[in-house]
């Protein structure tokens, strides 16, 4: 059994921060690569950063220069500082690892039930 549990979101005013957190927990006897997508109401699932098993790190255009991806190998956790953040930012985050159970030959695709995160004045 594998976890991904996330913490970190709310409410937030136009140019504020946040910083969302998924911690990785359970079976796992290792992580390749960590990321965070986001879901707004009516729109698909899309990336807003990962980190690669290099830890090169990945952002979609609409974040880059505000927001910074960063991972804790020794606590299996993954950050997302968030900042100048607008109101196009609103959704549903969702944290996703790509890992390798134990017993399980091939890694695969987990997700965090998702943190809603509101920009609104």
């Known amino acids: 059994q594998v976890q991904l549990v996330e913490s970190g979101g709310g409410l937030v005013q136009p140019g504020g921060s946040l910083r969302l957190s998924c911690a990785a927990s359970?079976?796992?006897?290792?992580?390749?690569?960590m990321g965070w997508y986001r879901q707004a109401p009516g729109k698909e699932r899309e990336l807003v950063a990962s980190?690669?098993?290099?830890?090169?790190?990945n952002y979609a255009d609409s974040v880059k220069g505000r927001f910074t991806i960063s991972r804790d190998k020794a606590k299996n956790t993954v950050y997302l500082q968030m900042n100048s953040l607008k109101p196009e930012d609103t959704a549903v985050y969702y944290c996703?690892?790509?890992?390798?159970?134990?017993?399980?030959?091939?890694?695969?695709?987990?997700w965090g039930q998702g943190t809603q995160v509101t920009v609104s004045s």
């Open positions: 996703n690892a790509v890992l390798q159970r134990i017993g399980v030959l091939t890694p695969r695709d987990y």
């Open positions: 359970g079976s796992i006897v290792s992580i390749y690569a």
């Open positions: 980190t690669t098993p290099t830890d090169d790190t």
